[in-house]
């Protein structure tokens, strides 16, 4: 079966200190990979998303940055963290790009910047 | 564009009452429907799903019906426990110009389920 995990759980930061999240998927090839962002108290916002090694999509300007490196493994950084980027982060994946697919989800990283 | 919008929380019950938590959405295509929840610190699961207009999704006892011509999908439970707890996203799916799909989440409902 295929499991998705996320490191680190939590993770306090100073602000303009870098910042690195790993997400990495067991069990499948070539996953859709997803990075959403939740802001406290608020829905959902999807900020990047993958389809293969190198091919990374931005959903909306800021200072974060994605990269995948390898078939099962995307990675959020950031050079210099702001106080609005504090927030709990979650990875999904799906095996394909129909809209029936369904978007299985990580446990999250909660991210404190201070 | 595309969005969903649910009840605004937090909706407080006593174990065993019937569940209601409104989600209506608005989408130019033929959107897939869905319902996560996510308990308290932890990441999203997916409740049920469906993917066309008079589908009944279901688990749990948790039950949805895509009605397209209301443009909503209610989630119900005919008696919740203090274990269904939880914040509850109605989202959607639709094909977007870049081939890909994406999830766009109503702002959460939290239900409160009291002994």
């Known amino acids: 079966s295929q499991t998705i995990h996320q490191w680190p759980a939590t993770l306090v930061q100073p602000v303009g200190s870098p910042l690195s999240l790993e997400c990495t998927v067991e069990g499948t090839s070539n996953p859709n990979l997803y990075w959403y962002r939740q802001a406290a108290g608020r829905g959902l916002q999807l900020l990047f998303y993958?389809?293969?090694?190198?091919?990374i999509s931005s959903e909306v300007p800021q200072n974060l940055s994605a990269s995948r490196p390898q078939d099962r493994q995307f990675i959020l950084s950031s050079k210099k963290l702001l106080l609005s980027d504090s927030g709990f982060y979650l990875c999904?994946?799906?095996?394909?790009?129909?809209?029936?697919?369904?978007?299985?989800f990580g446990p999250g990283t909660r991210l404190t910047v201070l | 564009g595309d969005s969903v919008t649910q009840m605004e929380g937090p909706v407080t019950l006593s174990e065993e009452a019937f569940l209601t938590i409104n989600c209506t959405y608005t989408?130019?295509?033929?959107?897939?429907l869905f319902w996560y929840v996510q308990y308290p610190g932890e990441g999203l699961q997916l409740l049920l799903k469906?993917?066309?207009?008079?589908d009944k999704g279901s688990n749990k006892g948790f039950e949805a019906t895509y009605r397209k011509e209301t443009t909503s999908f209610h989630l119900e439970k005919g008696s919740v426990q203090v274990s269904d707890s939880a914040v509850y996203f109605c989202?959607?799916?639709?094909?977007?110009?870049?081939?890909?799909?994406?999830?766009?989440f109503g702002a959460g409902t939290r239900l409160a389920v009291h002994p």
């Open positions: 989408a130019t295509g033929y959107p897939s």
């Open positions: 999904a994946w799906t095996p394909g790009l129909s809209p029936t697919d369904t978007q299985y």
């Open positions: 469906a993917t066309k207009a008079d």
């Open positions: 993958s389809v293969g090694i190198g091919q």
């Open positions: 989202a959607l799916t639709s094909m977007f110009s870049g081939g890909y799909n994406k999830l766009i």
